[in-house]
């Protein structure tokens, strides 16, 4: 099973909104309701900032948004600030064999 | 708060057993919720290893199954991982995690632990 498909990296400027794209397949991210989004700051460990597609856990900004359509889920940052600045991860829930997965990753660049 | 930490060896020899424990506090294992590891290799994504449920049920990566068995200990708070057979391709930073709810989100986590295979 290979991993969910990012962009390496995304940028965008303090202030605007930036969207990550997480697209995987029908048996996982387009097959259940079930996907997560991590922050991670080097040399961190990841941080849960949406689950279940569209929840945030208390705590996490409401600038974080997160949506699904089809195969593809989006974690979209509005109001960029310096400290979005890391490395963001999609998970889904991927069935009763692989049962969760990764996506590879995405730098975000706040310029 | 709930927080997590892992321990064990940071180097470990190719074909040895890598064993890590992650003691939990502020929170009973035995009260609930689900328990995982997650490992990421240096410069790499993150991969999930395997889980185990409240009830003991355990879940494992089909790519690691054959090599990986995650227990727990009640009596102490904390839950461990064994990985045979290691190789280079197993240096990773080791990550212990809490899930909650169906969709196997990750709330909680340990700062890791760097984990090098090496002679």
């Known amino acids: 099973q290979s991993a969910l498909t990012q962009p390496r990296s995304v940028s965008g400027s303090p202030g605007q909104s930036v969207t990550i794209s997480c697209t995987g397949t029908?048996?996982?991210?387009?097959?259940?309701?079930?996907v997560s989004w991590y922050q991670q700051h080097p040399g961190k460990a990841p941080k849960l900032m949406i689950y279940d597609v569209n929840k945030r856990p208390s705590g996490v900004p409401d600038r974080f948004s997160g949506s699904k359509s089809g195969n593809t889920a989006s974690l979209t940052i509005s109001g960029l600030q310096a400290e979005d600045e890391a490395d963001y991860y999609c998970?889904?829930?991927?069935?009763?064999?692989?049962?969760?997965?990764f996506g590879g990753g995405t730098k975000l660049t706040v310029l | 708060q709930v927080q997590l930490q892992e321990s064990g060896p940071g180097l470990v020899k190719p074909s040895e057993t890598l064993s890590l424990t992650c003691a939990v506090s502020?929170?009973?294992?035995?009260?609930?919720?689900?328990w995982g590891w997650i490992r990421q290799p240096p410069g790499k994504g993150l991969e999930w290893i395997g889980s185990i449920y409240q009830s003991g049920s355990t879940y494992y990566s089909p790519s690691l199954k054959s090599r990986v068995t995650i227990s727990v200990d009640t009596s102490k708070n904390q839950f461990s991982l064994k990985l045979t057979s290691v190789t280079a391709a197993d240096t990773a930073v080791y990550y212990c995690?809490?899930?909650f709810g169906s969709g196997w989100a990750f709330d909680y986590w340990g700062q890791g632990t760097l984990v090098t295979v090496s002679s």
């Open positions: 502020g929170y009973s294992i035995s009260s609930g919720s689900d």
């Open positions: 998970c889904s829930y991927a069935g009763s064999y692989i049962y969760v997965i």
């Open positions: 029908s048996s996982d991210v387009g097959g259940y309701n079930y």
């Open positions: 995690a809490r899930s």
